[in-house]
C-alpha cells in the first residue's frame, strides 16, 4: 500500500521569499512522484513530477522538487514567491502495478499556500 | 488541445433527486478516472476505466453512485437518489497508459454539487 503526507495543512509566506512544501510517502516500491496546483473553482494542474533519472526535477512557474529516497520525501521549493502562487498544492504518489494495469494516484492532503505583500 | 471537458460546472438539486454528471477526456486517452474532493476527505478516487472497461470501483461510496463510458469520448457519474452527503466537488481525469503508471493525470474543472 502506498500513502503520502504533506507536513502543514497551511503555509503562509511574504512575497520574494522561499517557499517550501513537504512531502514524504510510502511505497513498498520505487515510487513516481507528482506535485499538483489547484486554483480555486479549477481542477489540478500538473506543476511537476519525478519518474526515474535525475532526482532533482524541475517544474512550471519556477518550482521544483529533489525525491530523496533516503528520506522518503520530494518537497516542493521555490526560490521566490509571488502572489499568483497562492492556492492549494497536493503531492501525488503512483502505484506501481504488474501487467497492464496502471497505478492509480495516491494524494496527500493538501496544502493551501498563502502569499502576503 | 481541448482538455477534460466535464458538465455542468454547477449542480444544485433536493435531496432525492438523480443527478448526472459528464465527462469528456482528452482525445487519444485510453483511462479515465472520477474523483470526489471534500474538505473533510480530500481527495478520493471513486472509479476508473480503461479503454471503456471499469478497471477498480473500489472507491463507489455505495449502490447509489454508479458510472458508465458507454465510449471513448464519454463518461458519465450517476448518484440516485442523491443526499446531502454527496454534496462535493467531483473531477475527472484522464491519461494514457502505460504499465509503470508514470504519465500525469489530466483534470476537468470539475462539477461542484450541492444536494439540498
Known amino acids: 500500500a502506498q500513502s503520502v503526507t504533506q507536513l502543514g495543512s497551511h503555509v503562509s509566506v511574504s512575497e520574494g521569499a522561499l517557499v517550501l512544501l513537504r512531502c514524504n510517502y510510502s511505497s513498498s516500491v520505487p515510487p513516481y512522484l507528482f506535485w499538483y496546483v489547484q486554483y480555486p473553482n479549477q481542477g489540478l494542474q500538473l506543476l511537476l513530477k519525478y519518474t526515474t533519472g535525475a532526482t532533482l526535477v524541475k517544474g512550471i512557474n519556477g518550482f521544483e522538487a529533489e525525491f530523496k529516497k533516503s528520506e522518503t520525501s520530494f518537497h516542493l521549493t521555490k526560490p521566490s514567491a509571488h502572489m499568483s502562487d497562492a492556492a492549494e498544492y497536493f503531492c501525488?504518489?503512483?502505484?506501481?502495478?504488474?501487467?497492464?494495469?496502471?497505478?492509480?494516484?495516491?494524494f496527500g492532503q493538501g496544502t493551501i499556500l498563502t502569499v502576503h505583500p | 488541445d481541448a482538455g477534460v471537458i466535464q458538465s455542468p460546472r454547477h449542480e444544485v438539486t433536493e435531496m432525492g433527486q438523480e443527478v448526472t454528471l459528464r465527462c469528456k477526456p482528452i482525445?487519444?486517452?485510453?483511462?479515465l478516472f472520477w474523483y470526489r474532493q471534500t474538505m473533510m476527505r480530500g481527495l478520493e478516487l471513486l472509479i476508473y476505466f480503461n479503454n471503456n472497461v471499469p478497471i477498480d470501483d473500489s472507491g463507489m461510496p455505495e449502490d447509489r453512485f454508479s458510472a458508465k463510458m458507454p465510449n471513448a469520448s464519454f463518461s458519465t457519474l450517476k448518484i440516485q437518489p442523491s443526499e446531502p452527503r454527496d454534496s462535493a466537488v467531483y473531477f475527472c481525469?484522464?491519461?494514457?497508459?502505460?504499465?509503470?503508471?508514470?504519465?500525469?493525470?489530466?483534470f476537468g474543472d470539475g462539477t461542484r454539487l450541492s444536494i439540498l
Open positions: 501525488a504518489v503512483s502505484e506501481h502495478a504488474g501487467g497492464t494495469s496502471y497505478g492509480k494516484l495516491t
Open positions: 482525445s487519444g486517452h485510453d483511462y
Open positions: 481525469a484522464s491519461t494514457t497508459g502505460t504499465p509503470r503508471g508514470n504519465q500525469p493525470q489530466h
